[in-house]
Every structure is written in C-alpha cells, then in structure tokens.
C-alpha cells in the first residue's frame, strides 16, 4: 500500500465549481436514462497495465476528472475495494478519505474511491475513479 500512496500524493490545483456541475450533469443524464443510444462498434476496453486482466468496458464510464487524471465508473468491474480506509492529508485529495481499488489479478492498485471529501469533490463520492495513468484503453 505504501506504493498506492505515492500514486495519489501528487499536488493538482483544485476543482472548479463547474467541473464538479459537469460530472454532476453527467452522473444526471445516465440516471435518468437521457444516455440511451450506444454504439457498440466505438466500445473500449479498460485493462489493468501491469497484467493486462480486462477490468471492463466503456459502457460503465460515466465521465472524467482531469485533475485527478481518472476515469470515473458508476460500478466496480474486476476489481477489488481494500477494505482498509485511507485518508490524503495534502494534494488535490486533501482531508478526502478513500479505499484504494486493485486490480483482481496483480492486485495492483488501479484507482480508488472517495467517501468522505471535501465539496469541490463532492459529486464524485461512492463512485469508481480509475486511474488513466494505471491502465490500458483498447478500442
């Protein structure tokens, strides 16, 4: 876990108001089923880049956050939710409280998920952040 720790310490200028409204507006058009038109032949498939286990798809994808530089999942794929609770006491997740998410098959860590943060993160609490920069995207 200490690895998971310096993955997320990183120092990233806080959210602005209307990012937290976009990924709210987002969050919005899936539940209430706005989004109901896919095209399957532009699917993408998630996977975990240490050791390539398929972690889903992008029909679970609800939206980004680019200051965090994660995907954002409105369900966990094949991955596991460390059951130990971890707090940021600076950077971007400063005073946030979150369990690291890793992948089933490395059990390497591959994002996280927010629980307690403070409001300029607010609409992303109890979903699943992956991190861009610890998995594959293939088309």
């Known amino acids: 876990l200490s690895e998971s720790k310096s993955i997320f310490s990183y120092d990233i200028s806080p959210c602005d108001s209307t990012q937290t409204s976009s990924i709210t507006d987002q969050l919005r058009a899936v539940k209430?089923?706005?989004?109901?038109?896919?095209?399957?032949?532009?699917?993408?498939?998630?996977?975990?880049?240490?050791?390539n286990t398929v972690l889903g798809d992008s029909l679970?994808?609800?939206?980004?956050?680019?200051?965090?530089?994660?995907?954002?999942?409105?369900?966990?794929?094949?991955?596991?939710?460390?059951?130990?609770?971890?707090?940021?006491?600076?950077?971007?997740?400063?005073?946030?409280?979150?369990?690291?998410?890793?992948?089933?098959?490395?059990?390497?860590?591959?994002?996280?998920?927010?629980?307690?943060?403070p409001e300029h993160l607010s609409a992303l609490r109890n979903l699943f952040c992956l991190q861009k920069d610890l998995i594959n995207w293939w088309v």
């Open 32 to 51: 209430d089923r706005e989004v109901c038109m896919v095209d399957y032949r532009n699917c993408s498939v998630l996977q975990c880049m240490t050791c």
């Open 60 to 117: 679970g994808i609800c939206g980004e956050v680019q200051s965090l530089q994660s995907i954002i999942c409105l369900s966990k794929w094949d991955v596991r939710v460390n059951k130990k609770l971890e707090m940021s006491l600076k950077g971007h997740l400063a005073f946030s409280t979150y369990q690291v998410l890793n992948c089933a098959g490395c059990h390497g860590a591959v994002g996280l998920v927010l629980h307690s943060t």
